[in-house]
């Protein structure tokens, strides 16, 4: 069972906006940077942002994250088909010295 | 290109062993810790073990604790995993993953772990 949790799925039309979060305690969102992950069924995750909000090359501006005390939070705008996918965060958390993942978002678009 | 492929994956009866191993490619592999994160058939991801960039720093997530051993070759770009006493739970495609957690990670394509009777 995983320290950090999310809503297990969202859905929205093409277009529309999602907040997707992840929630966990002082010994691992509270304290340490978060990423965010997107994973299609059968493919390795990917990166879409690290350290809170930053996105790595290649991922655009209508993905957006942000950290609030013991909790995160990935955005997407301007929702598209493609951005079907299960979607994890992920940080270390210093009491059980381990990464951990949060329990993932199913994102469905309408 | 950066590459890491895995490789010593299938199927193993419980209480069996296994090693896995991912050589990597395209990149400095002595600059990076290195992890194996796993996920079972419909289920989610789950980190399993890193090792400094060294192999000094070793960690574990509880459930693999006293069973599996993770170590690395920087000579030889290549990481490991025993697997020792396997149980069912421990069924999953076993990823290789460089630098976790930072804004540069490479990850593999995965290798499928059973474990049955």
């Known amino acids: 069972q995983s320290v950090l949790t999310q809503p297990p799925s969202v859905s929205a039309a093409p277009g529309q906006k999602v907040s997707l979060s992840c929630s966990g305690s002082?010994?691992?969102?509270?304290?340490?940077?978060v990423s965010w992950y997107q994973q299609v069924p059968g493919t390795a995750p990917k990166l879409l942002i690290f350290e809170n909000s930053k996105r790595p090359s290649g991922i655009p501006d209508r993905l957006s994250g942000s950290k609030s005390g013991t909790s995160a939070t990935l955005g997407i705008t301007g929702l598209q088909t493609g951005d079907e996918a299960d979607y994890y965060c992920g940080t270390w958390d210093s009491s059980l010295n381990a990464y951990v993942f949060g329990t993932g978002t199913k994102v469905t678009v309408l | 290109e950066v590459q890491l492929v895995e490789s010593g994956g299938g199927l193993v009866q419980p209480g069996g062993s296994l090693r896995l191993s991912c050589a990597a490619s395209?990149?400095?592999?002595?600059?990076?810790?290195m992890s194996w994160v796993r996920q079972a058939p419909g289920k989610g991801l789950e980190w399993v073990a890193n090792?400094?960039?060294?192999?000094?720093?070793?960690y574990y997530v509880d459930s693999v604790k006293g069973r599996f051993t993770i170590s690395r070759d920087n000579a030889k770009n290549s990481l490991h995993l025993q697997m020792n006493s396997l149980r069912a739970e421990d069924t999953a495609v076993y990823y290789c993953?460089?630098?976790?957690?930072?804004?540069?990670?490479?990850w593999g394509q995965g290798t499928l772990v059973t474990v049955s009777s």
């Open positions: 002082s010994s691992n969102i509270g304290n340490n940077p």
């Open positions: 090792t400094k960039e060294d192999g000094s720093d070793k």
């Open positions: 993953v460089a630098g976790v957690g930072s804004g540069d990670p490479h």
């Open positions: 395209g990149f400095t592999f002595s600059k990076y810790w």
